[in-house]
């Protein structure tokens, strides 16, 4: 091995990997790095497919569903053990805002295939159209048993704990990933690569321009959002809590209880958290569930850069023994409780996008804007946590996602999905919760499996000939195509909840 050229930043090192828009802040431009050059060496082709999904979250699930029923010869790479992404890896068992008049296609049929095996634990569909928020919560292990199920009946070819550490690249065109795993280093190749990987990591490791944008406003501009987490907690006796809950309501009737608990811990120097209060929820018979934890990330700071993950990793954890030990201390029905398990990983929020044809906007989901490319409605408004302690949720109209922001502005034959989609900061802080990302997966496995077909690019993809596709198989494309009434609703619930002029 030999040393290759001077000393460089991180900063410059993440610049040269790829480009980000807009650029990175150079904050720790002081902070170098030597380099070592990597010898070059032969690496076998493990498989050649159509259509290649990287990553099995909510996007990658409907995305290689999608592909696969539209007859494209499909594999799916996952780098843990387990379909579901942050659903399973991170807990967040939960689909939000769930209306069939909205979303349809795999979304309806996950759905459905989860009550018939009996992993739903709480269906609030019914009350989507006039409550802000609310959530169709899920079994992680009925789920991830379920989609190995529906991935096997689809004909997808699935690699786990396999990473895609990088793509073949030619002339502005993917041609393949290269992949790492137990058995080794390997490449894939194919006609359409899908970065479903939460992070745009695909895009980002091969070069392609990315997004990285934090807060657009205020004091907090160029921040993002901090690290998240959920705890499951056993030994409780959720009657007793229950009883405790009603009991004192003016310190447990909202969203966050223990209100005045964790004030005085707090005050005593005892807690270590950022929010005023703490997330409850029991679902599963002597089950808790606490959320709410949220770890900041300063000015400078961000989820792609492995020591500040690492740090928020070991900050969550220490919230998360915090509040059990609080819980355990203080709350009736948690005297017999034990830390069951939190998450492989944490919640990454904003990392990185592909840089696509189009940039969703906030004004666009703020004004449920119709385009003409459109492939998804979504009816998720922004969930801002952090980047300190605060946590915003707004409600927005319902809206349309365009094709644009899954075709990447620079890199052919590579499209995004999910929480990897083109999108500033307030659509993306959105769009990237589960039902928006399967829908868009969706999209992106029928664009896919389309174009390899027709032998053309995804950009060259006629968008009509996309969205048919997609609406016979059931898929919501435009809000052009949702009933006047339905509109209506969401209209009475955007107006209770939002004044449009201050957009
Ligand atoms: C604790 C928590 C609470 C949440 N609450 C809600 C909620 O109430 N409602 C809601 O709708 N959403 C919620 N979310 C957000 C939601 O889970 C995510 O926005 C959603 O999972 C995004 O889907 P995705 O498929 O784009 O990405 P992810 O779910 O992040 O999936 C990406 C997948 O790609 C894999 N991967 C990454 N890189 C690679 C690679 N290089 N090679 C191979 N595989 C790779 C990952 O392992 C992962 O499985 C919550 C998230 C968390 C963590």
Redesign the pocket.
Known sequence: MRRAGRRKSKVEFCKEQARLFPTVDDERIEDTMKTIMEPQKEVPVFEEADVII????????GAALASARNGAKTIL????GA??????????S????IDPAIQGGVITDVINRLRADGGILRDASPRTRQAAFS?TSFDCEVYKAMLDDMMAEAGVKLLYH????GAIKENNALKGIF?ECIQGRFVILGKVIVD????A??AW?SGTACMDDGHGKGPKAGRHMGF???LYISGVDADKFAKFKKENPEEWAGLYGGKSIVRKAKAEGRYHGYREGLIIHTRKPGIAMI?GFNSPLAQGHHGWMIEDVTAGEIDLRKQVWSAFRLIKENVPGFEHASVEKT?T?????DTHRILGEYILSEEDIYKGRAFDDSIAVSN?GP?IYGPDEEHVYEVVRPHDIPYGCLVSRETDNLLA????ISADFYAFAAD????P??CT?QAAGTAAALAAKLNVTPRQLDVKLLQDALRTQGARVSVKDIPKDVLEEYETRFEKNRNIDDV
């Open positions: 990287v990553g099995g979250g909510p996007a990658g699930i790479i996952e780098k843990f379909l579901g992404g942050m659903q399973t890896h991170a807990m967040s939960t689909f939000s805002l959530s396999t990473s895609g550490v992949i479903s990987t939460g992070n990591d695909i490791k998240g987490c959920r959320e998450g990983i944490p919640i990454f929020r998720m969930d999905a999910g929480s990897t990237r919760y589960c039902a990302s399967m997966g």
